[in-house]
Structures are given as C-alpha cells and as structure tokens.
C-alpha cells in the first residue's frame, strides 16, 4: 500500500553558499521542503526579481542568510551594503507579510557600540560604529517596519565548515608562522553556523510550523554560545585543540602575542564589547545555549576531516 505523506512546508533558504546558509540546507531538511538559492539565483540587490521569485515558490517560511559581510570593504561600499543589508530584508518582509509567511532574519553585535563590559540585551540603545553596523541595523528596522511575523536573530563572531573565517585562518596561520599577534581587548562568544542553523530550525519547528501562529513571539533575540572570550583567547583555543588533535604547528599556542586593536588599524572600527545577553531567546523558546568551546571544537574537528 502506498502511504502519501502530508505536503511539506516550503522553506525558502537565501545566502545558501554562506556559513549560515550552508548549515541551514542542513538543519532544516527535516521541517520541510528546502529550497536554497545562492546569490547566482537569487540576487538581494536585485530586489523586484526577488519579490517575484518568492510569489512565484510562496514558502511558508523565508530564511535570510544573505549578507553583505566584507566588514572593511562596506566603509568604501556603503550603497551596495546598504541595498543588500539595509533595503533587501525589508523586500523579504513585505512579501512574507502578504503571503502570511514566516521571516527569519541575522543580525550582528556590531548595531552595539560596544562600550563597557555588560552584555547586550535586546533592549539596550544601538550605535553602529561602521558601515557595515549600520546597514544591518537599517535591515533590522526594515524587517520590523514591513509587520510580518518575523525573528531577528543578532549574532556573534561566527565561524563555519563552510566557508573563510577565524578558526580557519588561525590553522592556518598556526601551520606557517612561528610567530602570531592576536588582539586581546575585544571580547565576545565565538558562535558556530552550525548552531545558528540549529537554534533557527528549532525555532521554526516549535514555533511557526507547530505552534500558535496568533501568538507568534516576533522581534529581535540574541543568540551567541555561551562564555566569552577575547580574539587572543580565542585563537590559543583553537590552537591548543589542533595541536591535541595531532596538527603540527610552527608557533607554540601558549606563545601567541597578545595586542590591543589599535595595533592592528583596519577600515572599519569593531566594538571591543560583542557579549550577548541571551536570556530572551532562552527563555522564549525553551533552548539550551553550549558553551563556546564545544562548538569550536566541533568545528575544527570537521575542517581537520
Ligand atoms: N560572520 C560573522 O562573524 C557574523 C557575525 C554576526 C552576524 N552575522 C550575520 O549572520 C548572517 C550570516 O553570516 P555568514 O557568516 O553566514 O555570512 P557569509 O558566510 O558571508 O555568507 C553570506 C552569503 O550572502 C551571499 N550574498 C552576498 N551578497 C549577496 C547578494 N547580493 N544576493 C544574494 N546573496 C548574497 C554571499 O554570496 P557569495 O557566496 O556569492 O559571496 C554569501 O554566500 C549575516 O546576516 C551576517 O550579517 C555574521
């Protein structure tokens, strides 16, 4: 006998070529029916090809993991940042308003000025310090204004198999440099794709495609691992862990040179304070937050495979 099985969702995944959207084809698989397009397909800055493309697939969930992340490169793009992080995701809302579907959108600690010690929480005053801050904060305020159901995920300091990252030029850098300078006065929680990925499809799961849509928790959450670290603690972590897992280094991970962000100028300024109070997203969707370590860990298991 041939038992059919109910009609699954559409997802719909953007930015599926990124570390997020990569984890997503993934960690959503099992909802539903996952479409996920790359930016070949699907061009965020091309914004009436991207409303006729979701009329035309009407998921009942959009994911949006397509960014513009060149962080130094926005303060010479500002336009093209904007358009991708600022205008798109408010394209992405309307649609998913009209269609009556879910939006899941990310964000970033660097809408946060980063002054003190006291992790963020959702409610606390944004001030973007680079183009890039900036033109996610627009996406954010976009997304909120179109009135879909809609969560706003803000991360932090994410790093993926998938894709050019910290963990990946630290084993890399580790392998060929006996010597290594790392800034230690910027702190935060290095977070995986692959836990955002998770965190979005239990999110999904519990409260769009099974739970009260009338009550549908919408609005901005923050999500990191949990602990936090500076870029140097970070960095002899991921080195002491490679060299426990048998990776040959030329630089002693406990030697790693410990210097202030204004030895190392960049073109756009990063907050030295990216800690994320996570409580609201805990809280509201029953999760569990690892600690960070594990989660690195993880990650450098798969890039060592
Ligand atoms: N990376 C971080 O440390 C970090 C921290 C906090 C928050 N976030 C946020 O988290 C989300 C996911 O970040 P991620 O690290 O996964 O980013 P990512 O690896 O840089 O991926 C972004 C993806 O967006 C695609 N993209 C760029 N311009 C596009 C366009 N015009 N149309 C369609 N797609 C386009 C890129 O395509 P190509 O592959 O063709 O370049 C890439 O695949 C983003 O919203 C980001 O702002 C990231």
Same mark, same amino acid.
């Given at each position: 006998?041939?038992?059919?099985?109910?009609?699954?969702?559409?997802?719909?995944?953007?930015?599926?070529?990124?570390?997020?959207?990569?984890?997503?084809?993934?960690?959503?698989?099992?909802?539903?029916?996952?479409?996920?397009?790359?930016?070949?397909?699907?061009?965020?800055?091309?914004?009436?090809?991207?409303?006729?493309?979701?009329?035309?697939?009407?998921?009942?969930?959009?994911?949006?993991?397509?960014?513009?992340?060149?962080?130094? %490169?926005?303060?010479?793009?500002? =336009? #093209? &940042?904007? /358009?991708?992080? $600022?205008?798109?995701?408010? !394209? *992405?809302?309307?649609?998913?308003?009209?269609?009556?579907?879910?939006?899941?959108?990310?964000?970033?600690?660097?809408?946060?000025?980063?002054?003190?010690?006291?992790?963020?929480?959702?409610?606390?005053?944004?001030?973007?310090?680079?183009?890039?801050? %900036?033109?996610?904060?627009?996406? =954010? #305020? &976009?997304? /909120?204004?179109? $009135?879909?159901?809609?969560? !706003? *995920?803000?991360?932090?300091?994410?790093?993926?198999?998938?894709?050019?990252?910290?963990?990946?030029?630290?084993?890399?850098?580790?392998?060929?440099?006996?010597?290594?300078?790392?800034?230690?006065?910027?702190?935060?929680?290095?977070?995986?794709?692959?836990?955002?990925?998770?965190?979005?499809?239990?999110?999904?799961?519990?409260?769009?495609?099974?739970?009260?849509?009338?009550?549908?928790?919408?609005?901005?959450?923050?999500?990191?691992?949990?602990?936090?670290?500076?870029?140097?603690?970070?960095?002899?972590?991921?080195?002491?862990?490679?060299?426990?897992?048998?990776?040959?280094?030329?630089?002693?991970?406990?030697?790693?040179?410990?210097?202030?962000?204004?030895?190392?100028?960049?073109?756009?300024?990063?907050?030295?304070?990216?800690?994320?109070?996570?409580?609201?997203?805990?809280?509201?969707?029953?999760?569990?937050?690892?600690?960070?370590?594990?989660?690195?860990?993880?990650?450098?298991?798969?890039?060592?495979?």
């Amino acid at each position: 006998m041939l038992h059919k099985q109910p009609l699954a969702p559409t997802i719909l995944v953007t930015g599926s070529n990124g570390q997020v959207g990569f984890e997503l084809r993934r960690s959503l698989a099992t909802l539903g029916h996952v479409i996920a397009l790359d930016r070949g397909v699907c061009d965020l800055g091309e914004p009436d090809a991207v409303r006729a493309l979701v009329r035309r697939i009407r998921p009942a969930v959009i994911v949006n993991a397509a960014a513009y992340t060149a962080v130094d %490169k926005a303060e010479s793009e500002a =336009e #093209l &940042a904007f /358009a991708i992080n $600022g205008v798109a995701p408010g !394209v *992405l809302a309307e649609e998913a308003r009209s269609l009556g579907s879910l939006l899941v959108h990310y964000s970033t600690d660097y809408v946060f000025s980063g002054t003190g010690d006291k992790p963020y929480e959702e409610t606390d005053d944004v001030g973007p310090l680079s183009v890039y801050g %900036k033109s996610k904060l627009a996406g =954010e #305020l &976009a997304v /909120a204004g179109a $009135g879909a159901p809609a969560i !706003v *995920l803000r991360t932090s300091w994410l790093a993926g198999a998938h894709g050019e990252n910290f963990v990946r030029t630290m084993l890399q850098r580790g392998r060929e440099r006996d010597t290594l300078r790392v800034v230690n006065d910027q702190f935060g929680a290095p977070t995986t794709a692959s836990l955002v990925a998770d965190v979005t499809a239990r999110i999904i799961d519990r409260a769009w495609l099974h739970g009260n849509r009338a009550a549908f928790p919408s609005g901005i959450y923050h999500l990191a691992a949990a602990g936090e670290t500076s870029w140097h603690g970070y960095g002899t972590e991921v080195l002491r862990y490679a060299a426990g897992k048998g990776v040959v280094l030329k630089v002693d991970p406990d030697g790693i040179e410990a210097i202030p962000a204004t030895a190392l100028p960049r073109a756009a300024p990063r907050p030295a304070n990216s800690r994320l109070n996570t409580r609201k997203l805990r809280e509201t969707f029953d999760i569990h937050l690892p600690e960070w370590r594990s989660g690195v860990h993880y990650l450098i298991d798969q890039i060592l495979s």
